[in-house]
């Protein structure tokens, strides 16, 4: 079907009647949102490969948006008379005049296109059982403390279609594939974990770069190291994070604060603070879901809006949030594209994409040799952040002690602890290159792709938790 073309007419005429059905009682907005999913995951551990799953889901949502509301509803069946018994249960929770509507759907043409070189169906599953298993024989191999290995890789094809009240309809192919290596290192009781993940929104290609062997001896690599490490020293301390570490630290202390329905509820530290200074001059914040072959990327969001580079926070200032349709509605704005869904099953709320801190002008070497002494932290881990005042606490799974501003000696068990406001108007050196770290990101029980990123950045201070000297 060529971009300028509208619907065939029989499907125009049952979407137009559902729409229409689910606005019968009134309501400001109706869409409809169909998903096909198929993926494949195989797990290996303890040497043997545990689990092979290939499945297919798909599925029908019919939403309702009515006085600041929301009504959902959702199906497998997607035949005419489900539909429009979706569409009667979601006009339920309006009361008014309905709205009359000649809907003549046409296309909306995607501003990006992701092209997938490898789509993952055409790798022999025999193939992909094979990269598993080497990268369990690659750790193993790396060094005699290595005690356990846990491989994954997921490939999933995503196709999802909207059709809205507004009158077009667009539809977008997803196809995310991603590898997972853990490795358990063990000398007497000191036991260390190794962790590296790789994954984005393209094919099999992905191995090209990151094969899952290269993974493995990463992880490998890391918990055999750790276990040398000594106790890090706790207190307040300049800690420079590299971006080897990836942008989990900016995705918690602000990019949560910054999606619409927290802070239209108050729930974010952010909370209208539009135009106010919230982080150093030397700070941009920018979430954009055009990037290629990023996780978080795509060609539409699960609203049919087309994907598009939100700049959110500009030198230290707050300048706009993350909107879906409807928290875009409540403040009279238009959705930024940020409308995400995990599923057919659930309706889309404001969600994160690629969110990173823009790079700034200083050469890496740079920002190390700037502190004398301090913490440089080369991967975090896993952390809690408390949206309302932003209070935090990260996990370092990896950092070098600052020595003269030179990397010192390894430590573990540092955490970083800290406010998200306070620490990014702390942040006093930003350089100029970039790294990105992926993952899942919860919220309201839904699972989205996402990745986050951060140039290599100096924080002047900040609390360390460590030992206690």
């Known amino acids: ?9 029989a499907e125009q005429e049952l979407f137009a009647r559902v729409i229409r059905k689910a606005l019968s009682q009134g309501g400001q907005y109706a869409d409809i949102f169909l998903e096909e999913r198929r993926s494949t995951t195989i797990h290996l551990e303890d040497r043997k490969v545990e689990k092979v799953v290939t499945g297919f889901s798909g599925g029908v949502g019919i ?42 759907m046409r296309k909306r043409v995607p501003s990006v296109r992701f092209p997938v070189l490898i789509p993952p169906e055409t790798v022999p599953m025999s193939r992909k059982i094979d990269a598993v298993k080497a990268a369990d024989r690659a750790a193993r191999g790396y060094h005699g403390a290595v005690r356990q290995v846990t491989v994954s890789c997921r490939d999933a094809t995503q196709k999802v279609t909207v059709y809205s009240s507004e009158g077009f309809w667009a539809e977008d192919e997803r196809v995310h594939t991603t590898g997972v290596v853990q490795v358990v290192a063990a000398d007497g009781p000191t036991v260390q974990t190794g962790h590296e993940n790789a994954g984005g929104l393209l094919g099999y290609e992905l191995y090209d770069e990151q094969s899952l062997e290269s993974l493995a001896l990463a992880s490998a690599g890391r918990a ?35 999606e619409a329905d927290l802070a239209q509820q108050g ?63 409540v403040d009279s704005r238009e959705s930024t594209g940020n409308g995400r869904r995990e599923s057919y099953e659930h309706k ?65 068990g540092a955490t970083l602890v800290g406010n998200g406001p306070e620490v990014l108007k702390s942040i006093d050196m930003v350089a100029s290159d970039l790294g990105f770290s992926i993952g899942t990101c919860g919220k309201d029980a839904q699972g989205v792709p996402v990745s986050d990123a951060m140039p290599t950045l100096r924080i002047s201070e900040i609390v360390v938790g460590g030992e206690v000297r």
């Open 1 to 9: 079907m060529q971009p300028s073309e509208v619907l065939p007419l």
């Open 63 to 104: 939403r309702l948006i009515h006085d600041g509301k929301t009504a959902y509803a959702f199906t497998n069946d997607s035949s005419e008379e489900t539909l429009l018994e979706l569409a009667r249960s979601v006009s339920r929770a309006a009361s008014g005049m309905g709205t009359q509507l000649v809907l003549d």
């Open 224 to 258: 055999v190291r750790m276990l040398g490490a000594r106790r890090a020293p706790g207190g307040r301390m300049p800690v420079v994070i590299s971006s080897e570490a990836g942008g989990t630290m900016i995705h918690e202390a602000i990019g949560h604060g910054l």
């Open 267 to 329: 729930l974010s530290v952010y909370s209208g603070k539009i135009g106010q200074q919230v982080a150093s001059p030397m700070v941009t914040v920018i979430d954009d879901a055009t990037l290629p072959c990023k996780r978080g990327s795509f060609s539409f969001d699960d609203e049919g809006t087309p994907s598009r580079r939100n700049v959110l926070v500009k030198e230290g200032v707050l300048i706009g949030y993350l909107y879906d349709k409807h928290t875009a509605m």
């Open 348 to 412: 889309p709320i404001p969600r994160m994409t690629n969110t990173f801190i823009a790079p700034g002008g200083a050469a890496p070497e740079e920002v190390l040799k700037s502190v004398s002494s301090g913490l440089y932290v080369i991967k975090m881990g896993g952390g809690q952040v408390n949206t309302v005042n932003g209070d935090f606490v990260f996990e370092v799974q990896e950092g070098y002690l600052i020595e003269s501003g030179s990397v010192g000696e390894l430590v573990r």
